[in-house]
């Protein structure tokens, strides 16, 4: 079986992601899942649920980290057996006294070594499961131990207030966006911090200039342009939980959308690599690919070798959706009489989710 390029260097044994950090509403306008059969990377499955919920035909998520697998299916057994407040509560976006026993409720549903996974980490459970990955503790760790050194908590939650643009920039420019905070904040998301606390070192191997100063000017965008009130990823980070601003999967509207689709069976968890699912599928079609930031770990080679595998196994006129953090990856132009771009720079220009340069979004040609 084919296996990924990641998946020889970096460390799968633990939760990475316990929330899925790519904006799906993205997704949804770059794919246009409605009707579509999607293979979409699992992460924590936030994602795959979202694209449920936005009409697509079937979800296949494929994930190679069964920790990350865990995390999908105790989301799983969520939509199907708890109510949309207990889902909140287990995810941790609600306050809760007792998520052991939103747990029992859902336990017995799960399969046997997922069940067993979440029954070793009663501390993760207790805490809200959607604070159980390494990059949320990474963030963790920001909000209480280093955010502080440059903004009070009662900043913060002015900060996530709801204004009109203009007094956005200002807030942004005169209270917020002092020189500790900028100081701060280059030592923090370095490659260096990032790779040891956040995410794993390997996957800065293809990555290229300073990290810091990309991802600091996203976060201006994010915080001075688009709305920090709306944005449940801005609230995680620094409040840790989502308040009033939820991800579009654990939006009251989207959650009996998604019950439903699962029940129905449009949704399965293919363990292993895309290029092993792909390969263990030769006459499977997808009409749309959410590759969250894959191509982030690969050589241009290996993204060129996927990107190959991927139109073998779509449809025509199917949409390929993904994003570049410091790795600037898209078509290669081998593949440029089979795949063609679709601008995407209005989409990217809404991205709330800030660590990412670039949105790409392509079609497979008739």
């Known amino acids: 079986m084919t296996t990924s390029e990641i998946q020889h260097r970096a460390d799968f044994s633990e939760i990475r992601y316990a929330q899925c950090w790519e904006d799906s509403r993205l997704l949804v306008g770059g794919m246009l899942p409605a009707g579509r059969d999607c293979l979409s990377i699992g992460s924590a499955g ?66 046997e070594e997922v069940r067993a996974f979440w029954d070793a980490r009663p501390e993760a459970v207790a805490a809200g499961v959607g604070s159980a990955g390494k990059f949320e503790r990474y963030f963790a760790t920001f909000r209480s131990r280093v ?22 920039l200002h807030f942004y420019q005169k209270e917020w966006n002092n020189r500790r905070w900028r100081w701060i904040f280059r030592i923090f998301f370095s490659r ?48 840790g939980t989502h308040g009033d601003a939820l991800p579009d999967a654990l939006e009251e509207r989207n959650f009996p959308l998604i019950r439903e689709a699962i029940a129905a069976g449009r949704f399965r968890i293919a363990p292993g690599s895309i290029e092993a699912l792909l390969e263990s599928e030769p006459d499977r079609r997808y ?19 996927l990107l190959g595998k991927i139109t073998d196994a779509s449809v025509p006129g199917a949409r390929l959706a993904y994003w570049n953090m ?38 497979v040609m008739e």
């Open 46 to 111: 936030e994602n795959s649920f979202a694209l449920l919920a936005a009409g697509a035909a079937s979800v296949t998520a494929a994930e190679m980290n069964a920790a990350q697998i865990a995390c999908i299916e105790l989301r799983k057994a969520s939509y199907l057996h708890l109510d949309h407040d207990g889902l909140l509560q287990l995810i941790g976006s609600r306050p809760c006294d007792d998520r052991q026993a939103i747990y029992g409720e859902i336990r017995n549903a799960l399969p």
């Open 147 to 168: 955010l502080p050194l440059a903004h009070g908590r009662k900043r913060v939650l002015s900060l996530l207030e709801p204004r009109d643009p203009g007094a956005r």
């Open 192 to 239: 260096t911090v990032m790779g040891a606390l956040g995410r794993d070192p390997e996957f800065f191997k293809y990555v290229e200039g300073s990290v810091a100063d990309r991802i600091l000017s996203r976060t201006r965008h994010a915080l001075a342009v688009l709305d920090p009130s709306e944005n449940p990823y801005l609230h995680w980070i620094l409040t």
């Open 287 to 305: 009409g749309a690919f959410n590759l969250s930031d894959i191509f982030e770990y690969m050589s241009e080679d290996n993204t060129a070798a």
């Open 326 to 363: 410091l790795a600037p990856r898209s078509r290669p132009a081998s593949l440029a009489h089979r795949l063609r771009p679709i601008p995407a720079d209005d989409l990217f220009g809404m991205d709330r989710a800030f660590f990412y340069s670039r949105f790409v979004v392509e079609e």
